[in-house]
């Protein structure tokens, strides 16, 4: 079964800085997605980045990239000029690729980091 | 417009009692999921049906019973309400060809 695991279970940054996030996942699979959410306050998972497994460049979204290191099944993300609507908890998530057109596909969850923005 | 909507938002109910979460998506998708987030902010899938078919079902107590009379709607009725159970449940869509789920903005059940 994959597992997803986010080491830092809260990280604070001061605004206008850089602050990396850590993500790693165990697979046995070659092909797969990875993917980052924000879940502020409001409750809202709000998708930030996504990477698909087979494409060696990382995927970068304005502020936010991440660094995705395939042979050591790492998926960190990097945002850059935190601003204080990034304070939110973030999660790391990594799925599966349908064998079929059916919804099997499983989405899973690391246990999420919470992310203070210091003004 | 709201892609994906649940109604309540909230739910404060007694044990023993049964009650539905709705969900509704307007986005198209021809999957629809349940994820249930406990207090430890973890969240793990329960359900997920595909064009009203049920795929996932994950060790969720036969309490938990969901519903898909169309694509755009997967309703979650728990019988019997437990403590255990309060928690943020989540409905998300995904169309099955892309890769991205978006999700509603979650029923906190409070069960006392």
């Known amino acids: 079964a994959q597992t997803v695991t986010q080491s830092q279970p809260e990280m604070s940054v001061q605004e206008a800085e850089t602050v990396t996030l850590s993500c790693t996942y165990d697979?046995?699979?070659?092909?797969?997605?990875l993917f980052w959410y924000k879940q502020p306050p409001s409750r809202q998972m709000i998708l930030v980045i996504r990477?698909?497994?087979?494409?060696?460049q990382n995927a970068t979204e304005n502020r936010f990239s991440v660094n995705f290191q395939k042979a050591a099944k790492s998926f960190s993300l990097k945002i850059s000029d935190s601003q204080l609507g990034d304070a939110a908890m973030y999660f790391c998530?990594?799925?599966?690729?349908?064998?079929?057109?059916?919804?099997?596909?499983?989405?899973?969850f690391g246990t999420g980091t919470r992310l203070t923005i210091i003004p | 417009d709201t892609a994906v909507s649940q109604t309540p938002k909230y739910l404060v109910t007694q044990m023993g009692n049964d009650k539905s979460i709705k969900c509704e998506q307007n986005?198209?998708?021809?999957?629809m999921y349940w994820y249930k987030q406990d207090s430890k902010k973890f969240l793990k899938i329960m359900f997920s049906?595909?064009?009203?078919?049920?795929?996932i079902n994950e060790t969720v107590p036969n309490r938990f019973s969901p519903k898909s009379p169309d694509k755009a709607h997967l309703n979650l009725h728990i019988n019997s309400l437990e403590l255990g159970d309060s928690a943020v449940y989540f409905c998300?869509?995904?169309?099955?060809?892309?890769?991205?789920?978006?999700f509603g903005s979650g029923t906190r059940l409070t069960v006392v």
């Open positions: 998300a869509s995904s169309q099955v060809s892309r890769q991205v789920r978006t």
């Open positions: 697979t046995s699979e070659s092909d797969y997605y």
């Open positions: 990477q698909e497994a087979y494409k060696q």
């Open positions: 998530a990594y799925r599966t690729i349908p064998d079929t057109n059916f919804g099997n596909e499983k989405l899973t």
């Open positions: 986005l198209g998708h021809d999957t």
């Open positions: 049906y595909n064009n009203k078919e049920l795929i």
